[in-house]
């Protein structure tokens, strides 16, 4: 059974930094992705930073966190991380670690973490 154990999250002030990891159990082989979403209270499930293990491997990041974000992969363990800097308030969230399936449409995730907290205060 696949299971994806999120940590990191926590409290900062806007413009401070957290680093979210999530390791993944359960595999038996390489996920063809692995990825961050996050939703806020009200809003929909959005898609912030993922790796895919095929083609180049280049990650795919949201233009609202694109040069403040940076998500890293260690494939021998199944681990990712989210480093996240200069932290905004609207990147309140609760943020979730995916695998599998597709790594950008939240629909198509076939594997989803429980969730991490992040919240970020002016």
């Known amino acids: 059974q696949v299971r994806l154990l999120e940590s990191g999250g926590g409290s900062v002030q806007a413009g401070g930094s957290l680093r979210l990891s999530c390791a993944a159990s359960?595999?038996?082989?390489?996920?063809?992705?692995m990825g961050w979403f996050r939703q806020a209270p009200g809003k929909a499930r959005e898609q912030v930073a993922a790796?895919?293990?095929?083609?180049?491997?280049?990650?795919v990041y949201s233009d609202s966190v694109k040069g403040r974000f940076t998500i890293s992969q260690y494939y021998t363990n199944n681990t990712i991380y989210l480093q996240m800097n200069s932290l905004r308030p609207e990147d309140t969230a609760m943020y979730y670690c995916a695998a599998e399936g597709s790594c950008t449409l939240a629909g198509h995730v076939r594997n989803w973490g429980q969730g991490t907290q992040v919240t970020v205060s002016s």
């Open positions: 790796v895919y293990s095929s083609g180049a491997g280049t990650p």
């Open positions: 359960g595999y038996t082989y390489r996920p063809n992705c």
